[in-house]
């Protein structure tokens, strides 16, 4: 980590622009880490101009400060920004952003996932944090941290950590929040809002995956799946199918489920969750995807059957000891 503090490399380098960018389809870590990172710098850094480019955020985190200001269009009058930050991702997964990131002056990456190696001038990796979330915390200058940052933050470790019960929450996480709730916004509501609360669609979608999700390798592997035709009967988006893969992976004697979504011809967006006795990010990384050892991505090409075989192939191997 070649730097403690954003304000120091803003400093330093003399920067009057700033772009920022999550990855694709962004989850709540992305979304929050984003935004507490956009909010803090046009806080402390007026002069500075701050733009963020994400694809179209959910609307349960309309409440942000800054979600309205997001280029879901990717469009720009900058030619070159002075400074890019890739948030959450290596450069790779920003979509559109990704021009803007390599046209640049200087560039920083910052992100938590240890499939990442870092695509930036400067890097912020920490494949121990709980979140991208955490990261930014450990980046800003706390005395300028308020209501609407540290809410912003929370909100994003919530989501990476399951309220804070999946294993990579560790203490420093744990201080981290009890730091941020003391800023007095309503965390149980936040939480509710946030995390548990579904649509009468997403209940529908979520419902109908476990109802025909299916068993295999002796058990310990679930597989879930939803087409686009299914989708488009619920007139569904595919920020309604968060959280799906996780109630898979809730079942009693798996140790890893798959989750399909059918996103184009012959693809799909391939979700994976494990206990920790198979490394899903070593799966999703042969596929173009990466992640943690516990929760990890790829998008797959081929027939349901085909991705199913092929994921399936590397489970096993790992599950039984092999290669």
């Known amino acids: 980590m070649a730097f403690t503090?954003?304000?120091?490399?803003?400093?330093?380098?003399?920067?009057?622009?700033i772009g920022i960018a999550g990855h694709?389809?962004?989850?709540?870590?992305?979304?929050c880490s984003s935004l507490a990172l956009w909010q803090y710098l046009t806080k402390?850094?007026?002069?500075?101009?701050?733009?963020?480019?994400?694809?179209?955020?959910?609307?349960?985190?309309?409440?942000i400060k800054g979600s309205d200001q997001v280029h879901t269009d990717y469009v720009t009058d900058v030619a070159e920004y002075d400074l890019f930050i890739a948030v959450d991702t290596d450069k790779s997964r920003t979509g559109r952003a990704e021009a803007l990131f390599d046209a640049a002056r200087f560039t920083v990456n910052i992100d938590h996932h240890v499939s990442n190696h870092g695509t930036g001038d400067e890097n912020y990796l920490?494949?121990?944090?709980?979140?991208?979330?955490?990261?930014?915390?450990?980046?800003?200058e706390h005395e300028h941290i308020d209501r609407g940052i540290?809410?912003?933050?929370?909100?994003?470790?919530?989501?990476?950590?399951?309220?804070?019960?999946?294993?990579?929450t560790s203490p420093k996480t744990m201080r981290i929040g009890a730091d941020l709730i003391s800023y007095g916004f309503d965390f149980n509501d936040l939480i509710d809002r946030t995390f548990y609360r579904k649509t009468y669609v997403q209940n529908q979608l979520l419902g109908?995956?476990?109802?025909?999700?299916?068993?295999?390798?002796?058990?310990?592997?679930?597989?879930?799946?939803?087409?686009?035709?299914?989708?488009?009967?619920?007139?569904?988006?595919?920020?309604?199918?968060?959280?799906?893969?996780?109630?898979?992976?809730?079942?009693?004697?798996?140790?890893?489920?798959i989750f399909?979504?059918?996103?184009?011809?012959l693809e799909y967006k391939a979700s994976l969750r494990s206990n920790g006795m198979v490394d899903v990010s070593k799966i999703a990384?042969?596929?173009?995807?990466g992640g943690h050892v516990r929760a990890a991505g790829c998008t797959m090409n081929g027939t349901s059957h085909d991705c199913i075989n092929n994921l399936s192939k590397y489970i096993a191997e790992q599950i039984h000891g092999i290669g």
């Open 260 to 265: 399909l979504h059918e996103t184009g011809s």
């Open 24 to 31: 694709i389809r962004p989850d709540a870590d992305c979304i």
């Open 208 to 257: 109908r995956v476990l109802m025909e999700s299916t068993l295999f390798l002796g058990g310990k592997c679930i597989l879930g799946m939803v087409s686009r035709k299914t989708m488009e009967f619920y007139h569904a988006t595919t920020s309604d199918l968060e959280g799906i893969v996780s109630q898979l992976m809730l079942t009693s004697g798996v140790v890893c489920a």
């Open 5 to 17: 503090k954003i304000d120091d490399l803003i400093d330093s380098k003399k920067i009057r622009t």
């Open 126 to 140: 920490d494949a121990d944090a709980s979140s991208c979330s955490e990261l930014i915390y450990e980046l800003i």
């Open 44 to 63: 402390c850094w007026p002069q500075v101009r701050t733009d963020v480019f994400l694809e179209e955020i959910p609307s349960i985190y309309s409440f």
């Open 150 to 168: 540290a809410e912003t933050l929370y909100c994003g470790i919530i989501g990476d950590t399951g309220v804070f019960k999946y294993n990579c």
């Open 285 to 289: 990384e042969i596929f173009g995807g």
